[in-house]
T-cell receptor, first 112, second 115 residues
């Protein structure tokens, strides 16, 4: 059974810092990995999708990498801003099913 | 281009009642997945609908059922509500051109409170 963990559970940084969020999964036989952002009480906003044949994806100040062999993905946020404050979740689709398995998320606070 | 829309946004029910939640997928998408998110946790997969049929189901009891209509919209029904069913219910849509789920796009969710 695929399990996804995210470290740290919470992170507080001053504005302008570069930061890294980590995601680990137990079964390396994944099809897709997707990073999401969730504001309190709201739905999930898709940030980046990495397909199994890819090693990274970039969108603006965000860069996500994927290392299937080690079961890890990282989300790099450059020059953080207070508006980046949210919970960030990663999710993987395994090769055996259609469902995304989610991690518990990392709650990020960027202080002005 | 309309994104995923869900209704209602909030609702309150009492134990034993039944609830129906509705979802319209993003334009061009034909696959709908439903997730339950308890406070402080990641979403848990309930089931996925494609071509009006349930394609896969997570570890949820039969009290949770669904339906997909020819226009790809979907409903989630929960019978005999329990206090533990209180959660944010999220609908996500994707393209069903592969047996594997593609990029997911979520709605804003329906917040269900069971008293």
């Amino acid at each position: 059974k695929q399990e996804v963990t995210q470290i740290p559970a919470a992170l507080s940084v001053p504005e302008g810092e570069n930061l890294v969020l980590n995601c680990s999964f137990t079964d390396s036989a994944i099809y897709n990995l997707q990073w999401f952002r969730q504001d309190p009480g709201k739905g999930l906003t898709s940030l980046l999708l990495i397909q199994s044949s890819q090693r990274e994806q970039t969108s603006g100040r965000l860069n996500a990498s994927l290392d299937k062999s080690s079961g890890r993905s990282t989300l790099y946020i450059a020059a953080s801003q207070p508006g980046d404050s949210a919970t960030y979740l990663c999710a993987v689709v395994d090769n055996y099913g259609q469902n995304f398995v989610f991690g518990p998320g990392t709650r990020l606070s960027v202080l002005p | 281009d309309a994104g995923v829309t869900q209704s209602p946004t909030h609702l309150i029910k009492t134990r034993g009642q039944q609830v129906t939640l509705r979802c319209s997928p993003k334009s061009g998408h034909d696959t709908v997945s439903w997730y339950q998110q308890a406070l402080g946790q990641g979403p848990q997969f309930i089931f996925q609908y494609y071509e009006e049929e349930e394609r896969q189901r997570g570890n949820f009891p039969d009290r949770f059922s669904g339906h997909q209509f020819p226009n790809y919209s979907s409903e989630l029904n929960v019978n005999a509500l329990l206090l533990g069913d209180s959660a944010l219910y999220l609908c996500a849509s994707s393209l069903g051109d592969s047996v594997y789920t593609g990029e997911l796009f979520f709605g804003e969710g329906s917040r269900l409170t069971v008293l």
